[in-house]
């Protein structure tokens, strides 16, 4: 196999330990097509990862086991796919015994299914992966590409063993799975459990009662795949014939992902160990995995797209980090956005106003495009600060951003419209607030449109160009467009007739 990175050095070490195991660090590489020759785990270890989860081994057969499609999209960054090869039985059990004899320092798991009824099953898989040299074990229900993609769009009422993501639904079947397995079994188990249905933080806590090593929150989340609306029948892979539902991952999932470690360490609390996965690709995304909880990173479609050499960039990044901030461990990092995220009526709101820096407006008027804001208004500039600018030999659009409207509440939007950063900012303060309370001054409405209900009794707003007052009549119901406000100066549409509603047209250059 092609190498495409130097080996890991000791850049990657940051050892510790965890329910008896000594890792080299807490990064494992989440069961998938990147952890199923012997040749991936042999390269993984060459690379310095933690761990690495055996690609999932289901028994009994038959299940849905087919040839692999994936596709990457780099610029949504999510990988999907739903035709995926399992290992049965004997492929799982030669590969962690060859898997063991050919590495010397990484954890290797066994990501297993039993799709029987009963736990008894669960067990016996469980002890023929324990003999042929597994770590540990990683009890797979999180996979929504088996019963769980059927039961979706089930139209026959056909009963199915229930697997993967289905039975990781149930809070009691899992723990007593787990229990059974813990029983029948020395080596350290852990639960990879589903982010589907929200699940993940109830099945979580009897699970860790179980004493189990260690939950993971989920694997990927099934999803309906882009689609060609000129083609229908068309499908994103190349050589497969159907639409199917797709198991998205990657970095798309990360804010899903965090959440639901997030939710899980509140609900079991500072014990019990959680291994994070779902999005990690980089230094940043690893500490904020750790900081909403996790003890352990899964990592699979970074994997994917860039092998497995880009980890030891990602510690020495995350080291350098840690240095910075202080932190002797990742374990010292863990929690910490736990107890900094607080609930939506906890949330503290205080007064500000959008602040835009005139000087630094190119006048191209995304500010004043977003819907739920009246506030913005582009207006030629002041011919003094043009003179001035030119004498300095600098460039100034003839049109510029102003906040005319008490109507900002300072929601955030124009500084992410915005294409020069740092050109709108919120600040404090009651600027414009006095100038533009007045209710009926024109300038607080939108000059952009104006729209009448049909049938209701409309009302049209006039106003006086100077003193900006409006006195509502009726008449002239319909769209107004802003060149058709421009013809038909002073006269501006409100909504409800003789009330002091601030909405409507006014038309352009009355204030
Ligand atoms: C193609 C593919 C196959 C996967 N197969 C398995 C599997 O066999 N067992 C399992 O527990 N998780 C499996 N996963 C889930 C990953 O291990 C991981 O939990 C998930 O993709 C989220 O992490 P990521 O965003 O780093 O990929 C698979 C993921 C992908 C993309
Ligand atoms: S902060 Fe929000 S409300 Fe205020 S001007 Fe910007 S987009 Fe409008
Ligand atoms: S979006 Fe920024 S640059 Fe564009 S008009 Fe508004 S303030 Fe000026």
């Not at 007593?176 to 806590?205: C, D, F, N």
């Not at 699970?207 to 090593?213: F, I, N, Q, S």
């Not at 639901?260 to 980089?282: A, K, L």
Request: proline content about 6%.
């Amino acid at each position: 196999m092609h190498v495409r990175t130097d080996p890991a050095d000791d850049v990657t070490l940051m050892p510790f330990e965890q329910a008896g195991l000594k890792y080299r660090n807490p990064f494992i590489v989440g069961s998938g097509p990147t952890s199923k020759t012997i040749a991936q785990l042999v390269d993984a270890e060459r690379c310095g990862w933690g761990g690495s989860s055996i690609k999932l081994v289901i028994d009994p057969a038959p299940y849905i086991n087919k040839e692999p499609r994936y596709r990457w999209y780099p610029k949504e960054r999510f990988h999907i796919f739903t035709s995926e090869k399992r290992l049965n039985l004997e492929e799982g059990l030669r590969l962690m015994e060859g898997g063991r004899k050919h590495t010397k320092e990484i954890i290797l798991m066994a990501n297993i299914t039993y799709s029987g009824p009963d736990a008894e099953g669960w067990v016996a898989l469980s002890r023929k992966f324990e003999a042929a040299g597994a770590h540990a074990l990683e009890l797979n229900v999180c996979c929504p590409n088996m019963s769980f993609n059927l039961d979706i769009a089930a139209e026959d009422g056909t009963t199915r063993p229930c697997s993967g993501a289905s039975l990781g639904q149930h809070p009691e079947a899992v723990a007593h799975i787990t229990r059974e397995v813990m029983k029948g079994v020395k080596i350290p188990v852990y639960v990879k459990l589903t982010g589907e249905g929200g699940s993940a933080p109830k099945v979580a806590k009897p699970t860790l009662e179980t004493g189990c090593a260690g939950v993971g929150n989920g694997g990927t989340r099934l999803g309906v795949p882009p689609i060609d609306l000129y083609n229908l029948k068309k499908n994103l892979y190349g050589l497969q014939d159907e639409l199917s539902m797709g198991c998205y991952s990657g970095p798309w999932m990360r804010a899903l992902a965090l959440r639901d470690v997030y939710e899980i360490r509140r609900t079991i609390g500072p014990d019990g160990c959680i291994i994070g996965f779902g999005g990690v690709h980089d230094w940043q995304s690893a500490a904020e995995m750790f900081m909403v909880g996790a003890d352990m990173i899964g990592i699979c479609t970074q994997t994917m797209i860039q092998g497995f050499g880009f980890l030891p960039h990602l510690i020495r990044n995350l080291k350098r980090y840690m240095q910075e901030m202080g932190f002797k461990d990742h374990h010292a990092m863990r929690d910490l956005l736990v107890r900094e995220i607080v609930t939506a009526d906890k949330v503290t709101i205080r007064d500000g106003l959008a602040i835009i820096d005139e000087e630094a407006c190119i006048g191209c008027t995304k500010c004043e495009l977003p819907a739920h804001c009246y506030a913005i208004e582009m207006k030629p500039r002041d011919a003094a600060q043009l003179a001035k600018a030119k004498a300095e030999g600098r460039k100034l659009s003839k049109m510029v951003a102003v906040l005319e409207g008490a109507d900002c509440c300072s929601c955030n939007t124009c500084i992410d419209v915005c294409p020069v950063p740092g050109t709108i900012t919120l600040g404090k303060g009651d600027y414009h607030k006095d100038k533009y309370n007045s209710p009926l001054v024109a300038s607080e409405l939108d000059k952009r449109c104006g729209y009448a209900e049909p049938g209701a009794p409309e009302a049209v707003a006039t106003f006086e160009p100077s003193g900006g007052k409006i006195a509502a009549k009726l008449g002239l119901p319909g769209t107004f467009t802003s060149d058709e406000l421009t013809d038909a100066p002073k006269v501006a549409y409100v909504t409800n007739a003789g009330t002091d509603v601030a909405q409507g047209c006014a038309v352009p250059g009355d204030d």
